[in-house]
């Protein structure tokens, strides 16, 4: 246990509410909170047992301030591993600031972003991937980044750096016994065993990294795309995603020439819906950009949806939309079924056979409920981002498994080329201490000072 000051800030968001917390850490926890609290009954809470809460008053000299109750939680078992308390006070701004005051008069000294959570990792209580989990869970926008923050804060993805770094260990250590002692341990033929042994490493880590971009996605959204010709109900489509009028429909074709886009949320499932230009040849300088616009937002998009008139005919901007969408994800939104109908089915189908038909009238909602079902089982069943067992969330991580993965193929490299054992455990090492920054073995103060920078006040 690392022996450090007391500190204390507010953990509550600033403002008016029902409760605020002022949390205080530290050896000194229980004597500061006895200096400003005082119990009802009399007790002092650096003579609790600790788990319990104290009903009192907190005074500012022998002027009551508030009536609180007080969070008594004795180290190693608390959020910092250390001595702490706390307060929870009615939720006024102005007594929760003189209730801090008070406290860092008692003795406490001011927390800094992201203190409470950085002593838990310096205790270690938890180790870096998990202090970033607790980010992650705090910024969450939607449930997958709920759901994957808190399977990393459970310590999952440690636990799979942890076995993957004893087992390179093992390995370095029996060829280093070997090196040393050559007459008792042989490395005769042991490239047969080792081999595969650093191949599985090496799909391990690919693994992982695969599924970051899918989880990047999961944690901004699926990225959706309304794609179709002028006029064909695209902006009325996102408005109804929006639940308000966010882009400006009328009944002129070319009338949107930007692209506007909403965070919208479909059963805990976060999609960014993306409004584009109609696409058409024009000769309008503006609408041209826009038509350009269209084009490149759809070559990054996870789903597209294709708004078609229903009410017009199919013509060759219907198709040669079609025709560029290529082989990515579509639902076809057969717009405009209020109006009476010209557009074949069957002619639609033959000219994008995977796509599923949604038929819909977006002028008067009709049909959307089942739009969005469309969507959310397509990302249930994984059609449109991988959803389970997604692990990586973190740029920093993937970088470390990045250079992890290159010391390991240069070991692999070593050994076809038949060069000595001790360049191989050269490389291992390496990927030992990549692995290792993960979970923050051997990170520099530095960058564990920016990680913590991230967070907010009393976390
Ligand atoms: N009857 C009917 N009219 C609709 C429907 N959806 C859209 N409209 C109308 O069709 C016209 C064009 O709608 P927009 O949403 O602006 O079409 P857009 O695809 O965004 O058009 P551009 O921005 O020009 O590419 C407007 O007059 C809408 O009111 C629908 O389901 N039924
Ligand atoms: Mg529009």
């Not at 508030?66 to 959020?79: C, F, H, Q, T």
């Not at 600031?97 to 406290?103: G, K, P, T």
């Not at 002593?119 to 870096?128: T, Y």
């Not at 469309?374 to 449109?384: K, L, Q, R």
Request: proline share 2%.
């Amino acid at each position: 246990m690392i022996k450090n000051n007391t500190i204390a800030a507010i953990a509550t968001a600033p403002g008016s509410s029902g409760i605020s917390i002022i949390r205080i850490s530290g050896d000194e926890a229980f004597l500061v909170a006895d200096r400003v609290f005082r119990h009802v009954g009399g007790k002092k809470l650096s003579e609790s047992p600790g788990f319990r809460a104290y009903f009192g008053k907190i005074y500012d000299k022998n002027e009551p301030i508030d009536e609180v109750i007080a969070l008594v939680m004795r180290g190693p078992k608390s959020y910092t591993g250390e001595d702490s308390v706390e307060i929870s006070c009615h939720g006024g701004i102005l007594v929760t600031r003189r209730i801090l005051e008070c406290v860092l008069h008692a003795g406490a000294s001011m927390a800094e972003p992201g203190e409470f959570t950085k002593r838990a990792f310096l205790n270690g209580r938890i180790d870096l991937s998990q202090a970033e989990a607790v980010i992650d869970l705090i910024d969450a926008k939607n449930e997958f980044a709920v759901k994957s923050s808190l399977s990393q804060l459970d310590g999952r993805l440690s636990d799979r750096i942890r076995a993957m770094r004893a087992q390179i260990l093992d390995a370095m250590s029996y060829i280093e016994a070997a090196l040393d002692d050559p007459e008792h341990i042989s490395l005769e033929g042991y490239e047969e065993e080792f081999t595969p042994k650093i191949v599985g490493f090496i799909e391990e880590i690919q693994d992982l990294i695969k599924n970051y971009d899918d989880s990047k996605v999961l944690k901004s959204g699926i990225k959706t795309v309304i794609l179709g010709k002028p006029n064909a109900g695209k902006s009325s489509l996102l408005n109804l995603f929006a639940g308000r009028d966010l882009a400006i429909v009328t009944d002129i074709a070319g009338t949107t020439r930007d692209v506007i886009s909403e965070q919208i949320n479909i059963s805990g499932i976060g999609f960014e819906i993306i409004d584009t230009a109609g696409i058409r040849q024009t000769g309008d300088v503006v609408e041209k950009i826009g038509v350009s616009r269209s084009i490149s937002a759809m070559e990054g998009a996870n789903l597209l949806l294709y708004v078609v008139d229903s009410s017009t005919e199919l013509d060759e901007n219907d198709r040669h939309i079609l025709s560029i969408m290529g082989d990515r994800k579509v639902i076809i939104v057969y717009n405009k079924t209020d109006l009476s109908s010209k557009v074949d089915e069957t002619e639609l189908r033959a000219l994008s056979p995977h796509a599923t038909i949604i038929k819909m009238s977006a002028g008067d909602g009709t049909g959307f409920d089942k739009l969005k079902e469309c969507m959310v089982s397509m990302f249930n069943s994984g059609s449109i981002a991988q959803n389970d067992q997604v692990i990586i969330t973190n740029l920093r991580h993937k970088e470390a498994l990045n250079s992890a993965l290159t010391s390991l193929r240069r070991v692999l490299e070593s050994i076809e080329g038949g060069f000595g054992e001790d360049l191989w455990n050269i490389d291992l090492q390496d990927a030992y201490e990549s692995l290792g920054l993960i979970i923050g073995e051997a990170v520099g103060d530095d960058v564990v000072n920016n990680i913590f920078a991230k967070f907010c006040m009393g976390k």
